[in-house]
């Protein structure tokens, strides 16, 4: 194997995880109505723009409270 198939298997399954955070993080973004540290539009940025270290950060450190309205929950 050449060298660009040695980064094409090394780049490949980091791209995947990077994709999958990204897409884990929007769908949540959307879902929330709070946030914490920053606002809803700064926290768009920071989950498109800084590849795998935005979605963790907001995940591990951005989300606000959940939506409760219309989601079929009880909150008690």
């Not at 995947?16 to 769908?27: D, F, K, N, P």
């Not at 949540?28 to 940025?45: F, H």
């Not at 498109?48 to 963790?56: C, E, H, K, Q």
Request: aromatic share 6%; charged share 15%; no cysteine.
């Amino acid at each position: 194997m050449n060298l660009t198939g040695d980064v094409l298997l090394l780049v490949a399954p980091l791209a995947v995880i990077q994709i999958l955070l990204a897409v884990i993080a929007i769908r949540d973004w959307l879902r929330r109505e709070t946030y914490l540290l920053l606002s809803k539009a700064a926290w768009i940025v920071v989950i498109v723009v800084l590849g795998i270290v935005g979605p963790t950060l907001y995940l591990t450190l951005g989300r606000g409270a959940e939506r409760t309205e219309g989601d079929g929950s009880h909150p008690e």
